[in-house]
């Protein structure tokens, strides 16, 4: 999406869940501010001076703040959980996809529809993680991908040409030839669960690999024998085991590696650091398909919200 259509979807959700939560309160006194709109993110790394901060409160209704809060992707629905059952919810929490659904079930998000919501003109499959059982529960602001960063200084001092890398054979080569020039090779995040499942999906998709079709194919064998023998060949750390995302794009932020597979959401940080990226090679050339990603905007439940009416 683009930065208007992000704001305008921003903007709407946090009316809608300001007239809600007021509402559910049926105007009695609150221990929150009736002018302050609380949001949760999780992007904890996204300090007080950030763009995204800045973003976020230029979403504010008129007369109305932001307090926005970050928390760690694995904490935040924790935290949420605790704040529904004791009536302090945040008005807006970004949930990351994957949870969406647990989210429903434990009762922590509300019907975003039923808040006046236009949940219309935007893309199904996108949007499906945030709608369960024919209810839409939250609108997704934008979509993550991944892509293959590399660090030009370093690419240099091997001598590697990213253009040149069109298939597996050529990265193979391009890693290589940047271990061989006294750098390290690659990062990325093979850790058990939905971080490496998202990392481990190119591989497997770039090699003909089909989800209705996974468990001992041929396809899944190519991506694993490729992505293990980095490590086993010292391209690749051996801490991919263990290394989610944010821990493998910190690896590649030392500048001692020349590449690293990771997400559209780096971007911002690898322009700082001067970093660039190539589509992810499929195994015989092309490029290779990626799983899309990405936190949806909700309304967590407040007490009494079941009795809410319509409000737009």
């Known amino acids: 999406m683009t930065n208007s259509t992000t704001r305008r979807v921003l903007s709407v959700m946090i009316a809608a869940a300001t007239v809600m939560s007021l509402a559910a309160c049926g105007g009695a006194s609150s221990a929150k501010d009736d002018k302050t709109i609380e949001f949760w993110d999780p992007y904890p790394q996204k300090t007080a001076d950030s763009t995204w901060q800045a973003f976020v409160e230029k979403c504010a209704p008129s007369g109305y703040t932001i307090k926005r ?4 992707q694995s904490d935040l629905l924790n935290n949420l959980t605790t704040a529904v059952k004791a009536n ?5 929490a970004l949930i990351d996809n994957p949870k969406m659904p647990t989210a429903v079930d434990a009762g922590l998000v509300t019907d975003i529809k039923a808040a006046g919501v236009d949940v219309s003109g935007y893309d199904e499959n996108i949007e499906g993680p945030g709608i369960v059982d024919g209810v839409q529960y939250g609108i997704s602001y934008g979509s993550n991908a991944l892509g293959l960063y590399y660090n030009p200084t370093v690419l240099e001092k091997a001598g590697v ?11 193979n080569a391009a890693i290589e030839k940047v271990v061989n020039a006294g750098f390290k090779g690659i990062t990325f995040a093979g850790i058990s669960g939905e971080e490496g499942t998202f990392q481990f999906l190119p591989w497997f998709w770039g090699a003909g690999g089909k989800l209705s079709d996974a468990s001992g194919s041929t396809a899944e064998k190519d991506a694993l024998d490729l992505v293990s023998n980095w490590v086993k060949q010292g391209w690749a750390p051996k801490s991919v ?3 989610n995302q944010s821990a493998a794009w910190d690896l590649f932020l030392t500048g001692e590696y020349g590449f690293s597979e ?4 780096q971007a911002e940080s690898a322009a700082d650091e001067g970093y660039e990226m190539i589509p992810i090679p499929s195994k015989d050339g ?3 398909p990626v799983p899309t990603g990405g936190e949806f905007i909700t309304i967590p439940m407040q007490k009494n919200m079941s009795d809410v009416p319509h409000v737009f």
């Open 262 to 265: 990771n997400g559209s959401w």
């Open 161 to 171: 040409d990213p253009a040149s890398i069109t298939d597996w054979n050529s990265l």
């Open 286 to 288: 092309g490029v290779a």
């Open 241 to 243: 085991a263990t290394d």
């Open 88 to 92: 302090n919810a945040p008005e807006i």
């Open 69 to 72: 809060v970050g928390y760690a």
